[in-house]
């Protein structure tokens, strides 16, 4: 993974500050509305997530789970510093999230004219993400049994996985109906989510991707430390759903 930076003249406090005197600004100036003559919400119209259980596959056929999870593992290696991907479910949050909304492509715009875009653009193919994991998931497992005599991906040793996905991502390993590279790209992309996504959604498990990076999670409030740059933060991170250790036990 790379990271790109980028320079901000205004710290963050600076930008905090300037759009509360902007916000605050258009209200005194009397630019303030309504809408409908009342408030532009109503109490209990959110819609928060709804916590992942455990239980089967709800997207993924069991072969496919099969590969996912191997391929996860290789993304996102276990070692010496957190789990792989494997043990911190991440196929089981990209599985999640393809029997939701993000499957069906709610939320993205998937009509036509479709052409090829580039990577500052947003969603850019006619087929959901739901069928484009069906049919690259099959012609994968195609290609990789006629490579090595049968054997599914989950069965290779980590090297030949490691190889498999290498030629999808630089293009040299070729689909059938199916851009490999494009297929990668979506593998990684929701790997990635799942790495950094609150736990409640299935993956991150036990908070593995907030603890390695050192991300303190959803706690309440920052205030003492918006200053203190370059400081490991001490405390461990919490989910949306709180932590396992602060339940009450009987």
Do not use: C
């Given at each position: 993974?790379?990271?790109?930076?980028?320079?901000?003249?205004l710290?963050?406090?600076?930008?905090?500050?300037?759009?509360?005197?902007f916000?605050?600004?258009?209200?005194?100036?009397?630019?303030?509305?309504?809408?409908?003559?009342?408030?532009?919400?109503?109490?209990?119209?959110?819609?928060?997530p709804?916590?992942?259980?455990?239980?089967p596959?709800?997207?993924?056929?069991?072969d496919?789970?099969?590969?996912?999870e191997?391929?996860?593992?290789?993304?996102?290696?276990?070692?010496?510093?957190?789990p792989?991907?494997?043990d911190?479910?991440?196929?089981?949050?990209?599985?999640?999230?393809?029997?939701?909304p993000?499957?069906?492509?709610a939320?993205?715009?998937?009509?036509?004219?479709f052409?090829q875009?580039v990577?500052?653009q947003?969603?850019?193919?006619?087929?959901?993400?739901?069928?484009?994991?069906?049919?690259?998931?099959?012609?994968?497992?195609?290609?990789v049994?006629?490579?090595?005599?049968g054997?599914p991906?989950?069965?290779?040793?980590?090297?030949?996985?490691?190889?498999?996905?290498?030629?999808l991502?630089?293009?040299?390993?070729?689909?059938?109906?199916?851009?490999?590279?494009?297929?990668?790209t979506?593998?990684l992309?929701?790997t990635?989510?799942?790495?950094?996504?609150?736990?409640?959604?299935?993956?991150?498990?036990?908070?593995?991707?907030?603890?390695?990076?050192?991300?303190?999670?959803a706690?309440?409030?920052?205030?003492d430390?918006?200053?203190?740059?370059?400081?490991?933060?001490?405390?461990?991170?919490?989910?949306?759903?709180g932590?396992?250790?602060?339940?009450?036990?009987?």
């Open positions: 993974m790379s990271n790109r930076g980028f320079e901000a003249k710290s963050r406090r600076s930008l905090l500050y300037s759009s509360a005197t916000l605050l600004a258009g209200v005194t100036s009397g630019s303030a509305r309504t809408f409908s003559g009342a408030m532009p919400w109503s109490p209990g119209t959110a819609t928060p709804r916590p992942v259980r455990p239980g596959w709800m997207f993924f056929t069991a496919e789970a099969a590969l996912m191997a391929a996860v593992d290789r993304l996102i290696p276990p070692d010496d510093r957190g792989g991907g494997k911190a479910g991440w196929a089981i949050f990209i599985d999640r999230q393809l029997a939701g993000y499957g069906h492509a939320g993205l715009y998937a009509r036509p004219p052409m875009g990577a500052t947003g969603y850019q193919l006619p087929d959901s993400p739901a069928a484009r994991y069906r049919a690259g998931l099959k012609a994968l497992a195609d290609q049994k006629d490579a090595f005599g054997k991906f989950h069965e290779l040793a980590p090297a030949d996985q490691d190889k498999v996905l290498t030629g991502e630089d293009g040299s390993i070729v689909l059938k109906d199916v851009k490999g590279a494009a297929f990668f979506l593998l992309q929701d990635q989510q799942g790495f950094f996504a609150d736990p409640i959604y299935g993956g991150n498990r036990d908070m593995a991707g907030w603890k390695l990076v050192g991300f303190p999670g706690r309440y409030d920052y205030r430390w918006v200053d203190r740059h370059n400081e490991a933060y001490p405390l461990p991170p919490v989910s949306i759903m932590r396992s250790d602060w339940t009450v036990k009987d």
